[in-house]
Nanobody, 115 residues
């Protein structure tokens, strides 16, 4: 069964930090590039960061230098370390394969950054 479960979101003040986690089933995760995506109110879902099975990373310009993606292949989990958060980072954050597949969108985790 396909399953991706995001966690770690919350309410934080501007300048603060959060760490998001995404637990995946083995079939979803193993040997695949995984990514984080986000969708702000009234906007389309956008790419945030991705990491390959071997650890090669890609990151959106809007979060470069502030966000870091990592993965623990033994735990089938990916992470997104977010620092220096801005109100513009407010969104629902999702994990998925990269490129994303419709079947794997989960509920996401809400991140709200107050000014």
């Amino acid at each position: 069964q396909v399953q991706l479960v995001e966690s770690g979101g919350g309410l934080v003040q501007a300048g603060g930090s959060l760490r998001l986690s995404c637990a995946a089933s083995g079939r979803t995760f193993s040997f695949h590039t995984m990514g984080w995506f986000r969708q702000a109110p009234g906007k389309e879902r956008e790419f945030v960061a991705a990491i390959s099975w071997m650890g090669d990373r890609a990151i959106a310009d809007s979060v470069k230098g502030r966000f870091t993606i990592s993965r623990d292949n033994a735990k089938n989990t990916i992470y997104l370390e977010m620092s220096s958060l801005k109100p513009d980072d407010t969104a629902v954050y999702y994990c998925n394969r990269n490129p994303p597949e419709v079947l794997y969108w989960g509920q996401g985790t809400q991140v709200t950054v107050s000014s």
